[in-house]
C-alpha cells in the first residue's frame, strides 16, 4: 500500500522535489521500451534550479512494469510537489495510463501536461482527459512553471488563472478555464541580447548538472541544441510559429562547454569509446 505523501509545501531544501519530470514512451515501438530525458524538461529543470527550485527525472525501462509499480516507487520516494509530462500524439496513450495510476495513488499530486501535443489545442485536450490531467501549459513552460512552483498547492482557480498559457478545469463549475500566452523569458530579455548568444539565457541543462548520472551510464548519443526557432512558414510544422518564425542562438562558447562536458561524461562511463556521437536537434540546423 503506497502513503500518500506531503505534497503542500514550497521548495525548502535540496533534497525536497518541487516537479517530477516524465517522459513516457511509445509502447508501439520493439522492446525494449524506457521512459527517457527529453531536452524540453532538461531545460525547464536547469531554469527552475537557477531560480531555487529542484527538478527530479524519471529515467527507466518500461517493459515488465505491469501497473508502473516502479515509477509509482519512485514518486513514494522522491515525494514530488507535482508531476509533469511531456505530451507528444505518439505517446499520449502511455502519458494517459501513467497519469490515471498516479491520480489513483496520490490523488492531491497535480499533474501537469505540456509538450507539442498541447500548443495548438490545451482546451480540446483539458476537456477529453480531465479525469487525467489537472493541469495543461501551452508554449514556453518557464515563466508558468516558475510561477506555479512559488506557490503552495493546492493551487486555487483565480491563482492558476493569473498565469499566461495555462487551461484547466475550475473547481466551482467544472467548465474550461484557458490563459493566453505570456511573453518568454527572451521576449522579455529581447531589448539586451545579441541573437547570437540570446539563448544563453536559458541556463544549460548539462552544466547546470541536473540529469541523473545513470542517464550517462546507458546513454553513448547524446544530444544538443545550438539555436531555438525557424524562420520558415511550412503549414505542416508548428515550430516556427512557437518562436515568432525567429532564430535564437547559443553562443559558441555555450555550445563548446556542452560539447566538452558531454564528452568527458560519456568517457567517464565509457571510456572505450573512440568517438563520443553528439545529436543536434535544432529544428533549423
Sequence with gaps: MLCTPDYNRKATSKQQTDILFCFCPYAGHP????????????????????????????????????????????????????????????????????????????????????????????????????????????????????????????????????????????KKDGKIIQSNPGSTVLQDNAGHLDPQSALDTYPSPYLKGIIPENYFRDKTVVGILTSRGCPFKCIYCQFSSLTDHKVHFHSVDRVLSEIEWIRNKVLQFHPEKEDVMIMVYDEAL
Design 31 to 170: 522492446p525494449p521500451h524506457r521512459f527517457d530525458i527529453t531536452l524540453g524538461a532538461a531545460y525547464l529543470g536547469s531554469y527552475l534550479k537557477e531560480h531555487g527550485f529542484h527538478a527530479s527525472f524519471y529515467y527507466g525501462m518500461y517493459d515488465n512494469d505491469h501497473g508502473f509499480r516502479q515509477i509509482l516507487e519512485f514518486v513514494q520516494t522522491t515525494k514530488p510537489r507535482s508531476v509533469g509530462f511531456t505530451v507528444y500524439g505518439y505517446n499520449l496513450p502511455e502519458t494517459t495510463a501513467l497519469s490515471g495510476e498516479i491520480i489513483h495513488a496520490y490523488p492531491e499530486l497535480p499533474i501537469i501536461w505540456g509538450g507539442p501535443e498541447i500548443r495548438y489545442k490545451p482546451g480540446k485536450i483539458i476537456d477529453r482527459y480531465r479525469q487525467f490531467v489537472d493541469l495543461c501549459i501551452a508554449g514556453e513552460g518557464e515563466k508558468p512553471l516558475l510561477l506555479l512552483m512559488s506557490h503552495t498547492t493546492p493551487w486555487s482557480d483565480e491563482f492558476l488563472a493569473s498565469i499566461p498559457g495555462v487551461c484547466f478545469i475550475g
